[in-house]
């Protein structure tokens, strides 16, 4: 039979042997991930699950394989699962995307209540779009509809002021340095305030 131990939960692990022991590199990448995740030194984790640090080193460093007695124990000091224990590593892998847009050199997108200069253009399959907007319009009359779109936005004030129209609030005046991030399916609408056109800069993500 496969050891247990008084207080912590049986687990089912009739589908494996009484000698299986967990598969090394994976398990060991994981446990680490989980700690450094959570900020916890070797010595919490031992004081948590009641493993020894040298042996939760070893787990870590592939040295040693550990038997479902210790995996019961992680689990239970951990306050995890047994399937999060065995989940693969996250792993991150730079592509290495880079675009520089220099002033002024954006793609001109021109509305009639704005006016947009898309940025980083070279870039596709983006999941944000940034671009920057001269704001046109002088009053909410000149929109024939609430614009809406799919995603989120972001919009920071970069010179001037405005009033932010938006579909469940009421309309609020942002000035230079501001910002306003919401839900781009709410109906919204900007209108210059400024004696100039507003110039905002405006990022919307899928």
Not at 154 to 180: H, K, N
């Amino acid at each position: 039979m496969a050891d247990e131990t008084p207080g912590l939960p049986k687990l089912d692990i009739s589908f494996l042997s009484s000698e299986a022991y967990v598969e090394p590199l994976q398990l060991g990448k994981r446990l680490k991930e989980i700690r450094l995740s959570n900020n916890w030194t070797l010595e919490e984790v031992s004081q948590r699950t009641g493993l020894a640090r040298s042996t939760l080193s070893k787990i870590e460093n592939d040295q040693i394989s550990p038997t479902f007695t210790a995996v019961q124990k992680l689990i239970q000091g951990l306050g995890i699962d047994l399937p999060q224990l065995f989940t693969q590593p996250k792993t991150s892998h730079a592509t290495g995307r880079r675009d520089i847009t220099r002033v002024n050199e954006g793609k001109p997108h021109p509305t009639p209540t704005y006016e947009h200069e898309l940025l980083a253009t070279q870039l596709v399959h983006k999941k944000m779009l940034p671009f920057k907007s001269y704001v046109r319009a002088r009053s909410f009359s000149e929109y024939q509809e609430w614009v809406r779109h799919e995603g989120e936005e972001f919009l920071l004030i970069l010179s001037g002021s405005l009033l932010f129209y938006s579909e469940f609030y009421e309309p609020v005046e942002l000035q230079a340095g501001d910002s306003v991030y919401y839900d781009a399916n709410m109906g919204h609408a900007l209108v210059s305030t400024s004696k100039g056109d507003a110039h905002i800069l405006w990022v919307t993500a899928n």
